[in-house]
């Protein structure tokens, strides 16, 4: 969407083309806040008024074709989404491997970004500073001598 300048408010609708196991949960909080969020997972993210409105123009089709080289349970395959704008202008995307794939990973900015969010929502929140030095002590990994000087951090 961002690479066409499509804004939420253009879209009439959009068909995701999905394996006979996946959901359409993500894809209204992706397109509303940029990106799936552990916010986007709380009430407040998926009672959203716009997320709900928009979720409404999701429409999940079975495509057969990605079946047959989805990986299987946990393992996260090829997709396709197709969206329709209002004056009918139709853009599609293949997704071969989703971000976060081995063949296309997750940068490590994003990944810290992603970490400082779910540990700020841990049953046990850590503390700002706690986070920063897990992130820290993490990307100098292979120097930890003992790896419970790393889960000393986390509880």
Known sequence: MRKHGIAAGDIAEIAVLVTAEAYRTFLPLDVKHGRVTVVAMTPPGYEDPDVRAFAERVVPVVDETLDAS??????????????????????????????????????????????????????????????????????????????????????
């Open 70 to 155: 989805d990986p299987g349970p946990g393992e996260a395959g090829p997709g396709r989404i197709r969206i329709t704008l209002h004056d009918g202008t139709a853009h599609q995307v293949d997704i071969e491997e989703p971000y976060g794939h081995p063949r296309h990973p997750i940068s490590w900015d994003d990944l810290t970004d992603k970490f400082r969010e779910c540990a700020s929502y841990a049953a046990k929140p850590l503390a700002p500073d706690t986070i920063e030095r897990v992130i820290e002590t993490v990307t100098r990994l292979e120097d930890v001598e003992d790896i419970r000087d790393v889960m000393g951090l986390l509880v």
